[in-house]
């Protein structure tokens, strides 16, 4: 029986000592809208850390004290084809610090475009069955927000191309997914003409670091439950440390391990509404700060074609 | 459909290709190769800094041209100007941009590279750096702007007064270029009427490492290398033989070594203070029945460099700080006091994106190469334009950077003189936009630096004198935007640096070099 509606997910994932750069996990499931089927989500999420690592060093920082960044994010999800979707997001991303003199920041973040292609979906036996996803991706800063105040910026200020393939496998109601990226990241401009990253660099332009996204899922899938865990692993390819009590810079090398679990549902009673929610820990990282977060949304879907 | 996805794709995969070029360009890479408009002759004659005479160093008269010496050396010269690998064309092509200019960039890296705050002890105290001790953490120095205002300065006194010396035996010693006596000699840089004994690189190089290794220790050996490289230049170019660089390198380094004896004894020393300094500075601010400041670091961190506004000034006697020091500052408790604060929490609580802009264009901070070495910067992008002499460059910088020593004397003695709270100490209201210094607010270190530099600077380059007092006034309201000052911490600071940067002119007009 082929569902009405497919859910999407969102989730936030953190890439940096900044504000969590702002990830809609839907690029990255395995899971399509139907044809002319349009889901609108929202949703809230907030992440923390009081530690971080400087470097490899893993320190805490008194005049930081806890971290915090929440985020409003808004996103649109349309089915062209049940095999072709196209996504598009904002989040509005807030930070702050516990302790300290420093400000936090506040503003619209990114604005990122999607298009999820499924060139494959083989069934094998009655239950099995594999499909494999392509996504492009491309995210610009909504406006020129600060990028040059981290931790408390509330992004990295690069337009980012990303490429991802995706490998779903069912087996009845249980399913596993991996996935990889390539994240190539534009140089960034900031406000200063010089500064000096493992030497002294005399432009207000600044170098990124390409960075790649890996990640593995598994859980319980059906069209009105998904509860799945899963492990995702982002790095820089390049990029340096912060020193030995320096403060952060947005061309450093951030990579983080971090695990986590999500879980949609959808109202039997409503099954145009979903509920949403996620929580994540940071495991490992270098320049990044060891983040606890989670996320709690709402999707509504809505058949553009019948409404017509 | 799908024909409207390949295309979406080749849209996306193309512009990320195309852009897939992210080497940076650094703006001083066009820099042109110094070809000095005038030699300036008569700059024997010019007044130095801190050596009393150039005839104080016996540089030996060098061999005449027509000696076996000399020829032998020419030949050399020939072998050695042929044939460049591409290393040594890179070395070429980075030196020839002047020596004084890129000795002033590696400066600014290393007041860089070396500012950064200790990081705590487990007793909540701090290490402080150590000179007989540089390479374990915490490395020395930690290049703070008094520090890096004085490292500048005597970097800047060193070149200029040892290219006096250099000036005043070339013309004494009259020998000419290697190119000008023979043919056969591959010349690689713009060629020069000034006499090449001794080599003035040579001269910048010796000064430069006497003077930097007592100030950078921990970078002696990229130090070194660099002074190597440069000595090695001259001859790689065909414009030295090696007689004019051994000459040159030991004349830079007797004359840094009058530097250095300045350095030890100019009262750095006791820059630091101890804890009895620390505990007088609050009590003596409450006996006056003001708020003293407090660190606003956790754990609180000892004010930085307290007793660094008893330096010797370059510019003026110790003795004159006290008449240069502003007024005191608002009284903690006075309306004019609250208003000042009230104006920080607004600027703070309403920062838009071009104040932003401003707060992070003139930090500064953590991790760079301070005030001074940002007025240097733009000091650089001014000079470059007008080609001048390496004795003239260095007489430049070290107007410019004794200025900005002189500006921080004479701010730090004002700071811990007042010893005032900063904004956020008052109100806790008030959210920085950048980080708060670790010392006491009145008057402003980046108002007190701009006023002195782009007063000097307007006297060397008149025609961008308004540009500069467009920048102090922008880098001084960076810190009220900021959070971190209040206005009259500004005003005051930008009106004693203006005295400082006085003191520099009038010294200017009477140097010889006008």
Same mark, same amino acid.
């Given at each position: 029986?082929?569902?009405?509606? /497919?859910?999407?997910?969102?989730?936030?994932?953190?890439? &940096?000592?900044?504000?969590?750069?702002?990830?809609?996990?839907?690029?990255?499931?395995?899971?399509?809208? &139907?044809?002319?089927?349009?889901?609108?989500?929202?949703?809230?999420?907030? #992440?923390?850390?009081?530690?971080?690592?400087?470097?490899?060093? /893993?320190?805490?920082?008194?005049?930081?004290?806890?971290?915090?960044?929440?985020?409003?994010?808004?996103?649109?999800?349309?089915?062209?084809?049940?095999?072709?979707?196209?996504?598009?997001?904002?989040?509005?991303?807030?930070?702050?610090?516990?302790?300290?003199?420093?400000? &936090?920041?506040?503003?619209?973040?990114?604005? #990122?475009?999607?298009?999820?292609?499924?060139?494959?979906? /083989?069934?094998?036996?009655?239950?099995?069955?594999?499909?494999?996803?392509?996504?492009? &991706?491309? #995210?610009?800063?909504? +406006?020129?927000?600060?990028?040059?105040?981290?931790?408390?910026?509330?992004?990295?200020?690069?337009?980012?191309?990303?490429?991802?393939?995706?490998?779903?496998?069912?087996?009845? /109601?249980?399913?596993?997914?991996?996935?990889?990226?390539?994240?190539?990241?534009?140089?960034?401009?900031?406000?200063?003409?010089?500064?000096?990253?493992?030497?002294?660099?005399? #432009?207000?332009?600044?170098? *990124?670091?390409?960075?790649?996204?890996?990640?593995?899922?598994?859980?319980?899938?059906?069209?009105?439950?998904?509860?799945?865990?899963?492990?995702? +692993?982002?790095?820089?390819?390049?990029?340096?440390?912060?020193?030995?009590?320096?403060?952060?810079?947005?061309?450093?090398?951030?990579?983080?391990?971090?695990?986590?679990?999500?879980?949609?549902?959808?109202?039997?009673?409503?099954?145009?509404?979903?509920?949403?929610?996620?929580?994540?820990?940071?495991?490992?990282?270098?320049?990044?700060?060891?983040?606890?977060?989670? *996320?709690?949304?709402?999707?509504?879907?809505?058949?553009?074609?019948?409404?017509? | 459909?799908?024909?409207?996805?390949?295309?979406?794709?080749?849209?996306?995969?193309?512009?990320?290709?195309?852009?897939?070029?992210?080497?940076?360009?650094? $703006?001083?890479?066009?820099?042109?190769?110094?070809?000095?408009?005038?030699?300036?002759?008569?700059?024997?004659?010019?007044?130095?800094?801190?050596?009393?005479?150039?005839?104080?160093?016996?540089?030996?008269?060098?061999?005449?041209?027509?000696?076996?010496?000399?020829?032998?050396?020419?030949?050399?010269?020939?072998?050695?100007?042929?044939?460049?690998?591409?290393?040594?064309?890179?070395?070429?092509?980075?030196?020839?941009?002047?020596?004084?200019?890129?000795?002033?960039?590696?400066?600014?890296?290393?007041?860089?590279?070396?500012?950064?705050?200790?990081?705590?002890?487990?007793?909540?105290?701090?290490?402080?750096?150590?000179?007989?001790?540089?390479?374990?953490?915490?490395?020395?120095?930690?290049?703070?702007?008094?520090?890096?205002?004085?490292?500048?300065?005597?970097?800047?006194?060193?070149?200029?007064?040892?290219?006096?010396?250099?000036?005043?035996?070339?013309?004494?010693?009259?020998?000419?270029?290697?190119?000008?006596?023979?043919?056969?000699?591959?010349?690689?840089?713009?060629?020069?009427?000034?006499?090449?004994?001794?080599?003035?690189?040579?001269?910048?190089?010796?000064?430069?490492?006497?003077?930097?290794?007592?100030?950078?220790?921990?970078?002696?050996?990229?130090?070194?290398? @660099?002074?190597?490289?440069?000595?090695?230049?001259?001859?790689?170019?065909?414009?030295?033989?090696?007689?004019?660089?051994?000459?040159?390198?030991?004349?830079?380094?007797?004359?840094?070594?009058?530097?250095?004896?300045?350095?030890?004894?100019?009262?750095?020393?006791?820059?630091?203070?101890?804890?009895?300094?620390?505990?007088?500075?609050?009590?003596?601010?409450?006996?006056?029945?003001?708020?003293?400041?407090?660190?606003?670091?956790?754990?609180?961190?000892?004010?930085?460099?307290?007793?660094?506004?008893?330096?010797?000034?370059?510019?003026?006697?110790?003795?004159?700080?006290?008449?240069?020091?502003?007024?005191?500052?608002?009284?903690?408790?006075?309306?004019?006091?609250?208003?000042?604060?009230?104006?920080?929490?607004?600027?703070?609580?309403?920062?838009?994106?071009?104040?932003?802009?401003?707060?992070?264009?003139?930090?500064?901070?953590?991790?760079?190469?301070?005030?001074?070495?940002?007025?240097?910067?733009?000091?650089?992008?001014?000079?470059?334009?007008?080609?001048?002499?390496?004795?003239?460059?260095?007489?430049?910088?070290?107007?410019?950077?004794?200025?900005?020593?002189?500006?921080?004397?004479?701010?730090?003695?004002? @700071?811990?003189?007042?010893?005032?709270?900063?904004?956020?100490?008052?109100?806790?209201?008030?959210?920085?936009?950048?980080?708060?210094?670790?010392?006491?607010? $009145?008057?402003?270190?980046?108002?007190?630096?701009?006023?002195?530099?782009?007063?000097?600077?307007?006297?060397?380059?008149?025609?961008?004198? @308004?540009?500069?007092?467009?920048?102090?006034?922008?880098?001084?309201?960076?810190?009220? $935007?900021?959070?971190?000052?209040?206005?009259?911490?500004?005003?005051?600071?930008?009106?004693?640096?203006?005295?400082?940067?006085?003191?520099?002119?009038?010294?200017? @007009?009477?140097?010889?070099?006008?």
């Amino acid at each position: 029986m082929k569902p009405l509606f /497919k859910p999407i997910a969102i989730a936030m994932a953190c890439l &940096g000592l900044s504000a969590p750069t702002a990830h809609a996990q839907n690029e990255a499931d395995a899971l399509m809208m &139907g044809k002319h089927n349009l889901c609108i989500a929202a949703g809230y999420s907030y #992440s923390s850390w009081d530690r971080y690592w400087e470097g490899s060093l /893993k320190r805490d920082n008194a005049n930081i004290g806890t971290f915090s960044a929440s985020s409003i994010m808004a996103m649109l999800n349309y089915g062209i084809r049940d095999d072709l979707n196209i996504m598009v997001s904002l989040p509005y991303v807030s930070t702050k610090t516990s302790a300290g003199t420093l400000s &936090g920041l506040n503003g619209l973040q990114d604005l #990122s475009f999607y298009v999820k292609y499924r060139p494959v979906r /083989k069934t094998f036996g009655s239950s099995q069955k594999l499909s494999v996803f392509a996504v492009a &991706g491309y #995210s610009a800063p909504s +406006h020129n927000y600060n990028v040059d105040l981290m931790p408390v910026s509330i992004g990295m200020g690069s337009n980012v191309t990303t490429g991802r393939l995706i490998v779903d496998y069912q087996l009845s /109601k249980f399913f596993a997914t991996a996935s990889g990226s390539y994240l190539y990241r534009s140089n960034v401009e900031i406000d200063r003409t010089a500064y000096y990253t493992t030497r002294q660099i005399n #432009s207000n332009q600044v170098q *990124m670091p390409n960075a790649g996204v890996y990640q593995f899922r598994t859980g319980y899938r059906t069209p009105y439950i998904i509860a799945e865990a899963y492990v995702d +692993h982002m790095r820089t390819y390049g990029g340096f440390d912060i020193r030995r009590n320096d403060m952060p810079f947005v061309s450093n090398t951030m990579n983080s391990t971090n695990v986590g679990f999500e879980g949609k549902y959808y109202l039997p009673q409503l099954r145009a509404l979903g509920l949403h929610a996620a929580a994540w820990r940071t495991l490992e990282g270098r320049n990044v700060g060891q983040a606890t977060g989670f *996320m709690a949304g709402v999707l509504y879907t809505l058949n553009v074609a019948k409404s017509k | 459909m799908k024909k409207l996805f390949t295309y979406a794709s080749l849209i996306l995969l193309a512009s990320s290709i195309a852009a897939c070029n992210k080497d940076i360009k650094e $703006y001083n890479e066009d820099f042109p190769a110094l070809q000095p408009a005038k030699v300036d002759a008569t700059a024997g004659n010019w007044k130095p800094l801190v050596i009393t005479s150039t005839e104080e160093f016996n540089l030996p008269a060098p061999e005449a041209t027509s000696s076996a010496a000399y020829q032998k050396e020419l030949d050399d010269l020939k072998a050695l100007s042929s044939n460049l690998t591409s290393d040594q064309r890179e070395i070429i092509n980075y030196w020839k941009v002047g020596s004084v200019l890129r000795w002033n960039e590696i400066m600014r890296e290393l007041v860089a590279k070396h500012n950064l705050p200790p990081y705590q002890n487990p007793d909540g105290t701090y290490p402080i750096p150590s000179a007989a001790n540089p390479f374990s953490y915490p490395q020395f120095p930690f290049s703070n702007p008094p520090y890096a205002a004085r490292a500048y300065a005597y970097v800047s006194a060193a070149q200029y007064d040892a290219l006096v010396a250099a000036w005043h035996f070339k013309y004494k010693y009259n020998r000419q270029a290697p190119y000008k006596t023979a043919s056969g000699i591959t010349v690689s840089v713009p060629k020069s009427d000034l006499p090449s004994y001794p080599s003035e690189d040579a001269v910048v190089a010796g000064a430069s490492f006497e003077i930097m290794k007592l100030l950078f220790p921990a970078d002696i050996d990229y130090i070194k290398q @660099k002074a190597e490289e440069e000595k090695q230049y001259r001859m790689l170019a065909g414009v030295n033989v090696a007689s004019d660089v051994i000459a040159g390198d030991s004349l830079g380094r007797w004359v840094a070594r009058k530097v250095v004896a300045r350095a030890k004894t100019d009262g750095m020393g006791a820059a630091v203070g101890n804890a009895t300094v620390w505990k007088k500075l609050e009590d003596d601010c409450i006996a006056k029945g003001e708020t003293p400041w407090y660190s606003l670091e956790i754990p609180k961190r000892p004010p930085m460099l307290p007793v660094f506004g008893n330096v010797k000034p370059m510019m003026f006697a110790a003795a004159d700080v006290a008449s240069i020091r502003p007024p005191a500052p608002p009284a903690t408790n006075s309306e004019i006091m609250k208003k000042e604060v009230a104006e920080v929490l607004d600027f703070t609580k309403n920062a838009s994106r071009e104040r932003m802009r401003i707060v992070n264009y003139w930090a500064d901070g953590v991790g760079t190469y301070t005030p001074p070495g940002h007025w240097n910067a733009i000091a650089t992008t001014e000079f470059v334009k007008n080609q001048y002499s390496e004795v003239r460059w260095a007489r430049n910088y070290a107007l410019l950077n004794a200025s900005l020593m002189d500006a921080a004397i004479v701010c730090w003695n004002t @700071k811990y003189y007042y010893f005032n709270a900063r904004p956020c100490q008052l109100d806790g209201r008030i959210k920085t936009l950048t980080g708060v210094p670790n010392f006491p607010a $009145y008057i402003s270190g980046h108002s007190t630096f701009s006023g002195a530099a782009a007063t000097i600077l307007a006297f060397l380059v008149p025609s961008k004198a @308004k540009d500069f007092e467009d920048m102090a006034n922008e880098a001084s309201m960076s810190r009220m $935007y900021g959070g971190i000052h209040y206005r009259s911490d500004c005003s005051e600071g930008l009106i004693t640096g203006q005295k400082v940067g006085n003191y520099a002119v009038e010294r200017a @007009k009477i140097d010889g070099a006008n």
